[in-house]
């Protein structure tokens, strides 16, 4: 009877195990199923135990049977849930999760692991004289739809402020959207088919990963240095895998805070030019920079990058407006698929942006909060220090401290503890395709003045090297024991 039992679960196992890949896209209607000798080898399973579960399968109409072919998979496509499409993760290092309690958290909970300023830090003062003087002018249209490529101003405005960073584009190179993830996803939604590599840096913005598991695309990381990718690793990657576009930051990294050499950004625009590869540079974070790190566009011209970005970090969240910048024969082809999927985008937000961003109190605005970034940068570093958390580098610039916690503690379970007190971080592997940045954690130094923050980090380090001391302490009595009755 216990045989049958262990026997029936096997096959149950198998059965689950196809589901889920049919659920997570990895197998499709027609799609050729591993034969039952591969299953049986791939799972330690017995042949006949394969065979059951195949069969139960055909009854249900979930596969079928090709006399001299094998079997296929007859269940309709399964609707797309991004939770089942890539690798299962616990929750505090899941992308999706880590979204959506950034933006549900209550708003009495301390959130230093999110990627955004204070409320309080933001332009509100610009952003309300924006509105006063739109509402000033009759001629203003609060109905009527944008032009194909967005309202002309604020692109003519964007290309100007290019030339900061050393790069020459036209008005005609600019695609406003809604966002900078929705620049992304017109730019995957150009590039890419379902299975495509893309290249991305490990560790990396983890919302780069969720979009592009909603894509289907296989995801690649790219070893980070202090100076921008591992150069040997990236030539490898672009033969091992022939990818389809490398997706990065420019300017002030997300997690890390670092900044690209000139040196690293040469080389990788040679290996880009030598493989063909397409560059998307998302540059949301450059009104924190001190001085202009190097751009890829500006080595290249926009041959072969296309760049992204939005103001969502420095004016406001809540004007959903974002941009794509390329060469003009792909921005009409992205205008062609900004209308198949969205008509256009809201004049209303682009006009504010504009108004904003035109005015002079915005720079001296950038000009205030860059120096409080620095301030708020070396008390954090400072505070981190004297609890045992060591900064990867200290960055010239930005909002974020990328920093290693003591004795290999696991970030994941120092973020899972301080949830249960209101405090929000963000644990290394989230950013982490490879799953290898787990004694790291992300800190926002504008987020970080509550005492509370580093009382509860304090607590749940202490709590969590407790937990791992005991579990190494019960791994080595188990070792001991099986070594004794070996011997015995």
């Not at 109409?61 to 299962?88: D, K, M, N, Q, T």
């Not at 790219?222 to 930051?249: C, K």
């Amino acid at each position: 009877m216990v045989a049958a039992t262990r026997e029936a679960t096997r096959v149950e196992q198998i059965m689950t195990l196809v589901r889920e890949r049919i659920e997570g896209r990895v197998l499709s209607p027609g799609a050729r199923l591993t034969s039952v000798r591969a299953m049986a080898e791939a799972t330690g399973f017995s042949k006949s135990t394969v065979v059951e579960a195949y069969a139960r399968l055909v009854a249900e109409r979930v596969i079928r049977s090709r006399a001299g072919s094998g079997f296929f998979i007859e269940a309709p496509l399964a609707p797309l849930s991004l939770e089942r499409v890539g690798p299962r993760l616990d929750r505090e290092i899941d992308p999706l999760w880590m979204l959506r309690q950034s933006l549900t958290v209550g708003t009495t909970a301390l959130k230093p692991g999110c990627g955004w300023l204070p409320d309080e830090w933001m332009p509100a003062e610009l952003l309300r004289k924006g509105l006063r003087s739109m509402a000033r002018v009759r001629r203003t249209s609060v109905t009527g739809y944008a032009p194909p490529l967005g309202w002309e101003p604020l692109r003519r405005l964007l290309a100007r402020r290019l030339k900061d960073q050393g790069i020459d584009a036209s008005p005609d190179q600019v695609l406003l959207t809604d966002s900078g993830t929705h620049a992304i996803d017109l730019v995957c939604r150009f590039l890419i088919e379902p299975g495509d590599v893309v290249l991305v840096d490990d560790p990396s913005y983890f919302n780069f990963h969720a979009l592009l598991r909603a894509h289907r695309a296989r995801i690649v990381g790219i070893p980070f240095t202090s100076r921008g990718p591992d150069v040997t690793a990236f030539a490898q990657a672009l033969v091992e895998h022939r990818p389809r576009f490398y997706l990065m930051n420019s300017a002030i990294h997300n997690p890390t805070g670092a900044t690209l050499s000139a040196a690293v950004a040469h080389r990788i625009m040679m290996l880009a030019v030598a493989h063909d590869l397409v560059i998307v540079e998302d540059d949301i974070f450059a009104d924190f920079e001190m001085e202009p790190a190097p751009r890829l566009a500006a080595f290249d011209g926009f041959d072969r990058v296309i760049r992204v970005g939005s103001f969502s970090k420095s004016v406001s969240s809540s004007i959903r407006c974002g941009h794509v910048i390329a060469k003009p024969e792909w921005i009409a082809a992205l205008s062609d698929l900004r209308i198949a999927t969205g008509m256009s985008g809201s004049p209303l937000t682009a006009r504010l942006l504009h108004e904003v961003l035109a005015n002079a109190g915005f720079r001296r605005h950038m000009d205030q909060i860059r120096a409080r970034l620095q301030e708020k940068m070396a008390r954090t570093t400072k505070r981190l220090k004297a609890i045992g958390v060591m900064p990867w580098i200290e960055p010239a610039g930005g909002i974020f401290l990328w920093c290693t916690l003591p004795d290999a503690i696991d970030t994941a379970e120092v973020a899972r503890r301080a949830l249960a007190d209101d405090v929000l971080f963000a644990p290394g592997n989230v950013f982490s395709v490879a799953q290898s940045a787990g004694n790291f954690m992300r800190f926002n130094v504008a987020m970080m003045e509550d005492p509370k923050i580093l009382r509860v980090l304090e607590s749940a380090m202490t709590e969590s090297s407790m937990t791992k001391s005991s579990m190494t302490e019960s791994a080595s009595a188990r070792a001991l024991a099986r070594t004794a009755i070996g011997t015995w």
